[in-house]
């Protein structure tokens, strides 16, 4: 019989590999593929979830795998914007490609009815690889040639059909800028790959926010009916369950911590996948949390105490100053509020170190 993991070692298992129990001493690039990438929707989010991950990281180290190529900033899982390396744009496209697909047959269903979809996009990339556009430049270059549709549906075609990414200094910390697009072939001096190596995905997945359901892998893919994929893999896994009797599958030699390991204060930015990757996220957050932290286009930025999410926090810039919002999500004894306050300090040091700094608490409210 498979064994039980609590939910507490669950929580601990996810943390480990997300970084998140220990600070690690590896490179922006490293980091970014031992996460599978991060959700970066949010231009700046990736900075504040390496920094709070790894051990040694400056804004710069981002910065220059940017500007140098070495990252990129693409759309993959779920259908949102992803930083990642170049040797995972490659990989990932293919596997994401369904639930762009779908969401190109949802969001745009009626827009797009009759259109030749591979039209627009051969005509859109050839437009991207001609000169770097916004969405809106994009689109309305395309009506001309299809005066009839909306130019946001024709642009959602060719980002969705055709690989592209989003280049400097859109997200280059301290500039940013608006989004727009290159191909990414263009960009990268490279294709995707033909098709996806699934199997290959899906474990680095586990080893990423493993042990996981069936479920939990689709949720972080956006995409149905990986349950073969999963069989197929069954001989290579580790079996458990968790204490409602769902089946999780894990890497045999996956970091599967007691439920006793120290877990740290950890702020974690908007959107951040260790709370989007799992269809049952209870693991590291309750279900009143995920609704106090969800927006209706978003995730607010959080912070872990004792390995799950226990409130909020915004970073508000002026000129020569920098403050921090903090907005637990229960009352706080003395001891975690100073290590609420001790990591909030380090946040502030990092992201504003020539301002003056100031940390304000918003008041304990019941949610609603």
């Avoid at 990129?72 to 995972?88: E, F, K, N, P, Q």
């Avoid at 859109?124 to 430049?137: E, S």
Wanted: charged letters at 25%; hydrophobic letters at 45%; a positive charge.
């Amino acid at each position: 019989m498979a064994r039980v993991l609590s939910q507490r070692e669950l929580g601990r298992a996810l943390l480990a590999r997300q970084m998140l129990l220990e600070r690690a001493d590896v490179t922006t690039e490293g980091a970014v593929t031992q996460l599978v990438g991060m959700q970066a929707q949010a231009p700046y989010a990736p900075y504040f979830g390496l920094w709070t991950r790894l051990r040694e990281f400056r804004t710069t180290d981002l910065v220059k795998a940017l500007t140098g190529r070495r990252l990129v900033r693409i759309a993959l899982m779920r259908s949102t914007i992803h930083l990642v390396t170049i040797a995972d744009y490659r990989a990932l496209r293919p596997w994401a490609q369904p639930a762009l697909d779908r969401e190109l047959d949802s969001a745009f269903k009626r827009a797009l009815t009759g259109l030749h979809r591979a039209a627009v996009a051969e005509a859109g990339q050839a437009l991207l690889d001609a000169q770097h556009l916004t969405p809106t430049q994009l689109g309305v270059a395309l009506r001309e040639r299809w005066p009839d549709r909306e130019p946001g549906a024709l642009a959602a075609v060719v980002r969705n059909l055709v690989p592209l990414v989003q280049v400097p200094p859109r997200a280059v910390w301290g500039i940013g800028g608006t989004t727009r697009y290159a191909t990414a072939a263009g960009w990268t001096g490279a294709e995707p790959a033909p098709v996806a190596d699934c199997e290959r995905v899906v474990l680095r997945y586990l080893a990423a926010f493993g042990p996981a359901s069936v479920k939990d892998v689709q949720t972080w893919a956006g995409r149905t009916r990986l349950r073969p994929i999963l069989e197929r893999l069954r001989p290579r896994l580790a079996v458990f369950r968790d204490e409602c009797g769902v089946e999780l599958f894990d890497l045999p030699d996956g970091p599967r911590p007691g439920a006793d390991a120290h877990a740290p204060v950890r702020f974690l930015p908007e959107y951040d996948n260790l709370l989007a990757s799992h269809a049952d996220r209870s693991r590291v957050i309750s279900e009143e949390a995920r609704k106090r932290v969800t927006l209706r286009n978003g995730m607010r930025a959080t912070f872990l105490m004792d390995g799950k999410v226990a409130g909020v926090w915004k970073l508000h810039r002026d000129t020569g100053a920098a403050n921090l919002e903090i907005e637990p999500f229960r009352p706080l004894n003395a001891t975690e509020r100073d290590e609420v306050q001790i990591e909030g300090v380090r946040l502030l040091a990092f992201a504003a170190p020539e301002d003056r700094h100031d940390i304000r608490w918003h008041r304990f409210t019941v949610g609603t």
